[in-house]
Every structure is written in structure tokens, then in C-alpha cells.
């Protein structure tokens, strides 16, 4: 058994934890220098994380109190700047640790996401991945030239034709070998093997050539964090890493085994996609010690601040609320399905300080506090309770809570076994997190091989797993 | 007297010299590995060129027989790699470089490409120049959701509208100070310093502040390259740099004569924009070798590869010629204009064999071959007749035409004092090229100031320099 361990980060001053800027040990104030994310991916790198997966939204969350100004004031997730064009420096500063980038399909063509993706894959050497996102903030849509959000389901709808789009240029377009440089024919692209897409469809045309050739691992790794039913089926039919949260293991071995078996039905092997859990590690030398570490953590927190993410992710203005007020008291139904996202218990009567804490300290995922040896017991318990492969950790206090991981942590787990091993040559990401070679596999349902060979692969897929399909059969 | 030298480049396997990757010399194979843009950043630096200008396209070259076949053979511009990632792992390896970066107006929101442009001011520390372009392929139109090309001059009409917008993002949402990052009050961004631009317009609507803080430059230093009335007017109302292409000193005069004329109607300090020539040099040890070495980059044009750039450049296919034939005898009064964009002289009856060798090796700008104060004596000579502040420098063979001007031009120009002389501590590229201030200048038409002041500021810059508008007033 091994543990997968993701950095969840993002280049803003609050990404998870709104306050906790103000901790001593705080550095995030750099967070505007590619000094300090270089510095980042090599501490991870070193504590033996897998990637380092940055979030991102087009949008500033200005859903509490109407304004932007308590987003502003409390650095939550703005300003924020672009991640994608800081990787190549961090790939560079690195040699395994591969890259998570948020990237919305939302408010870019295809034709340039794909080609500034390829690029990415190729500068790195294959090691990113695209953590795919329909984006969910109003003041986003306005900002990018929409009038208003496109409606939930046909997000997806329009999503799915962005995929199948960028399956044709990344795996379609430009066969293996074209790419020749040969100077002694004169040739540097064999034409035979470039082909325009032709794709037309409902929400778009794009008849031309991938622009650039593919990079090592064609299509970057495909991760997918949708939690509703339509974003579960959006994951079914296209992630290969799917980003879970809660901080129930019992609720999250219902949801991994749920979308397995999802998986199952859809043709494709579900133990060929990882899952990973958010969570929150609060660590030292002692249990004392981590526990004086957390009291000293919630002295930070601000409500205003975390009401704030609170009010983007839900799009419920809690601002009207006093401190002591019960959140389930006064609000609507939609608000207390959205008060359950984050609550293992939805029956508890929550006041507005006992959501901004849970907010602000790890709570959509397990906060996890104790010495080197709990904390290390406590992820092998939630990851064979949940049957994730491991885990994307968010820091509370960033840098320092990334690098106490490497201090107190890594040591423990190398000790017993658990962080995978790497190569001594450097792979691709897929390589590295689904131990398969650089590609899809053939029964991922990209377009990949035209239709016909397409269905072929399924079907044989199919017959390869359906002694595990009978268990669901009636 | 001093000479701004830029390496003009792109991330292709064939930038501006076709077939020319076939030398032996080239090493251009590597365009799609960070350790060759690494390597050339710092090779450019050391030779004290004040920064590496990226080109790009958002398209395929696809004019030349009504297909990519040619482009693809040749590497004409193609693959096409996404420059704007690549940027800050080059700075990370050099100090003191600038990097233009072109970006198109056409095809993105400018709220994401002024995160975008911002994060890399940022993360350059302001080394960043943005080469405005608003695009002219059909290939890329259509590829990127449009049904075709917008038309010429509603193009350079939204452009401006896009730039309005860029400025009220750059200069106008965050004033200076927003960001404080006080632990003791709790506050990041001071919430009154941050402003929702609320442009409404004809092209665009954009309600919202500016994601990221402003960079260093807040606005990045400016460069245009529009050689057409449309073009030169919208040079005037937002260039601080302006790119210039002729082989003919004198014709360049006439331009940069009559753009400073325009710069001054526009109320600009016509002497603050600065004006760069393409040159392509062939340097050796001693004047023989040097036209050995132009003889034998001869012997690799590629002649269908040059019709292929000269197509997408001009539109104009000249597949169905022989190299014999003769370009103006056959093609229509449009190609004849098409032609006069390479050419000193309309008049000459130009075969298909001349228009490719003319293209391929420095064609449209000076081809300077000599010794290296051979070389060093043209470039004066060449600035002095035509009142250019430089050159961007196209390298025939990739890279190593960069490593031989290091080599053999930089000793000869430190000799002279004729490179620009670089700071102890490094600054931003607006200040490295416009000796001034960080931001854009007081007489910049920016909205910065509200409509009033800019008014206020146009009419203090017009009275200042009334005296040498009087030259030219009847």
C-alpha cells in the first residue's frame, strides 16, 4: 500500500483558510514572487508529494455583502494571479513532481487551451495535469464577455463537446512519428501524418490542425472535482483522478464506491482512476505541541473572511448574521443543502462562528492533528476507511504547515513504506500516479481510434472486467 | 549614441528562414524543450540585447496550395508552441532580459489576458512587453469560433476598445498602496483602493476589478507593429515601441518620420516612442568568410516553404508557379501589393526563385554580412539614415546565429559604447528601454486618470512641445 500525496494550493493570499494569513509563521505575502512557488514545489517535492495542484477561478467572490470588499480586505482568493504560465519555472526548479492547473472551458477556445496545454506537457516533460472546471461564479461570466452563467447541466452538456474537441487534437490530429526533423530529406513534419479535425458540433467548429504536436503524454492527465450527479457522470466519462471531499471516510467510501461502480457501466476499469480526499494536517514534535499549534491557529480565524469563500462556493450571502446567530435558523432550504456540503452533520445547529471555523481550519476535509506517528496512523485509517489512493493536502499556514509536512511527516512515512517510490528517470505524470504508461488507456472513452475502433476497445474492456459487472447485475 | 538590441524569435521550428533549419549548424529541433529557450535567454543577455521578443500566431499557414501540407513539410511556423508559459522560467534563468511577448486582441477576453499579462509582470518583476497584434489568419478565425476574419479596420476599432478596457484593468482598478499584507489589522488589500472598472462599450462589457494587483509596470511596456494606415494610427493612440520592417533605411525614415509627426498631433512626446528595425546579420571572423557563410545558408532555402510564409503573410498563393516564372507577370494587381510589402523595388521583375531567397534569408529587413566592424559600421550607418533606437534581430541559423553575433558583433559594439549600459540592480523593461519611469508616461493617451484629467494631462504635453509642433503647422 502506498499513499499519493498532492500539494492543493493556489496563488492567492487565502486559498483554504481565510485568517491564517496573519500566523506568524505566514508567508504568503510572497505569494505575488516566483521566488516563493519555486521554493514551494522544491519542499514538496523533497517531502515526497506527487504534485503540486493549483486551484483556480476566473472570478473574484463577491457573493458576501454584494461587494468585493471582504474578499479584498481578507486576501480571499484575490488577488490572483494566473498559474498557468508559472509551471515550466517550477518544472524547471524540479525533476518528479508533476503539476495540477485549473482550467476552465467555460471562457477559452478550445483550439488555444489545447495548444497552451501541449505546450505545458511539453516543457514540462508530461507532467501536468488539467483539472477540469465549468466555473460557477456569476461575476466571472460578466467580466468574460456572458451575460450571465450558462446553466448548471448545460455547462456539462457544452463540456463534454470541449472534451471531445480536445481528444481530437491532442489524440487525433498529429499521429506518432510526426514530428521527423530529418535534414537530410528536408522533411520536419510528415504531412501524412498531420490531420485536420473537421470537428463541427453543437457549441463548436473547429475544422483545422492541432497547432502543436503532441507533448509526452498527449492528453495531460485528466482530473475532475464535480460533486453534483451531472458532475459525477462528467468524472465517470472523463477523469482519470477525481478530487473528493469530506470529512466523512464512511461518506467518501460511499461516493468512490458509487462512482466505481458508475465506471463499471460506463466500460471503463474503476481501479484505473485514483481518488483523492482534501485534507488538513496539523503537526509537531508532540501531540501537546500539535494541539497548542491548532489553538494558536484558531485565533486567526475571521469570519468575515470565511463567510466569504462560504458565500462564493454556495452563493449564499451569510452577511446579514450576527456571530452567535444559527445559520439553520434563519436561512432557506437552499441554504442548509448548502450548509451540508460542508458538514459531516447537517442535524447540528450551526451558528455563523462554528461555520467560519470549520471553514477556515481544513473542515470540508479531515483536519487531521496530532504527532508524526497519529497523523500517519490517521491517513492509512481514513484511506482504507474511504478507499481513496491518497490525499491532496491544503495547508493552514502556507508555507510553513507544506514545510512541517516534510519535518515531521515524510520521515514517518518513509519509515514505513508508505510514499511511492520514484524512478531514477524522471516519468510522465500519468506514469507516476496511475502506474500505466504515458496515454489513455484504451478504454477511456476519448475519441481516440475514430468510432468504430473506439466502441471495439470498449467492448473488449467490457468482457476483460465483467466478472467484477456481475456482482451489480440483478 | 547607443543601439537597443532585441532577438526576434519565435517558438517554431521555422520562425522568419525557411529551410535554414537544415544547416548543420541548427540545433532548432530542440524548439519544443525549455533547455533550448533557457539557453538562448542567457546567451541573448550575455550578448546585451535588452530583451528576447516572442512572435506568435493563433493559426496554420495554410494559403500556399489551399492546405497545411507545406507548412508541416517545412516547419513553417509549425508546430507552434504557446510562448506566454515559457516566459518566466527565462527570467528566472537571466536578470536583466526583457521578453516581448505577442498576444492577440482578437480571440481572448482581455480580463483574462490582463491576468494573464499582469502575472507575468509580475513574475518577471516587470521585464514583460506586450507586441499588440490583432491577427489576420482565416485559419485561426475559424479554429477559434469565429465564422471568419473580423474586417481589417473593425478589427483595429475593437482594438481599441479592448485596450480601454486593459488600461481601466491595469492602471485604473488597484490604485498604488492596495495591496498591505498587515498582519496587525487583518487587512491584505485595503478594500477602498480597489475599484469595479464598470466599462460598458460597443465590443465589450466589464464590470468587474482587476484579479490580479498591478505588476511593476502596471500597464506593459507597449509594442506595435501595424504597417498600415489603420495599423500606424493605432501605433500612435498606444505604442511606446513600434516595429518596423524595411531593407531600405531611407523608406524607414520616411516612416519613423512621419509616425513621430502623427505622435505629435496625438499630443505625444514624439522622441519617447522607440522605433526597431528587423535586421538579420551573417557574421564571421573576416569578411570572406562571412559571405561564405551567406553562400552556404543559400543552399538550404526551401522554396516552398518560403511561399508558404509568403502566403500567410500576404494571402497570396503562388503554388501554381515555376521557380522561373516571373511573380508579376502572372499575379493580380493585389499580388503586386503584395509583393512591393517585401521588396526596395516594385519594379524588378521578380521570379518565384528570387521572392523565396529574398524571404528566407533576411529579406524584408537589412541583410547586414561582414566582419564583425564590417557589421557593427552597418547597423550605425543603418540607424543614423533611418532614425530607428535598434533592431530586432532575426537569426537565419537557431540559435547559433545568436551565439556568433555574441561572439563576434557584442566585443565590437562594447568597444564602441554602443550598447546600452545595464544598472547594478535590474529594472523593469519600460525603464531599461524608455530610460524613465516604471509606468506609462504623463502624455500616454491611457484613460488613467478619469476622462477629465487625461485631458487636462494631453493638453499640459501638447503646450510643451508646442514649439516643435510649430514645425509643421502652415
Redesign the interface.
Known sequence: MTIHFNAFDM?V??HQSP?L??H?D?RI?EF???EYW?ELARTVERAGFSSLFLADI???Y?VYGGT???A????VQ?????P??????L???TTHLGFGLTASVT???P??LA??L???D???RGRIAWNIVTSYQE?AA????LSGQIPHDERYDRADEYLEVMYKLFEHS?EAG??L?D?ST??????EK?H?ISHRGEW??????M???PGPQRTPLLFQAGSSARGQKFAVDHAEAIFVISSSPQRLAHQVADTRGKLLEAGRDPESVRFFAMATIIVAETQDLAQARLAECRDYV?TASALTLFGGWTGVDLSGLAEDDVVSDVQTEANQSALAMFTKDPAKRWTVRDVAEFISIGGRGPLIVGDPVQVVDELVRFQQLSGVDGFNISAAVRPADFERFETFVTPELRRRGLLPERPQTPVTLREALLEEGPHLRADHPAPRCGAGAQREARSRISSAIAPAKSRDSP
Open positions: 496563488v493570499p487565502v485568517g494569513w496573519r506568524p505566514s505575502e505575488d514572487t516566483l519555486t476566473p472570478g473574484v463577491d468585493a470588499e471582504a479584498a480586505k481578507g486576501g484575490f488577488p490572483l494571479l494566473d498557468q504560465v508559472m509551471v515550466p519555472a518544472a524547471a526548479a471562457y477559452e477556445a483550439y488555444a495548444r497552451r501541449a505546450t505545458l511539453h516543457l514540462t461575476s460578466r467580466n468574460l464577455g498529429h510526426s514530428v526533423a535534414k528536408g522533411v520536419f513534419v510528415d504531412p498531420v485536420p463548436f467548429d473547429v475544422p483545422g490542425e497547432l502543436t504536436h475571521d
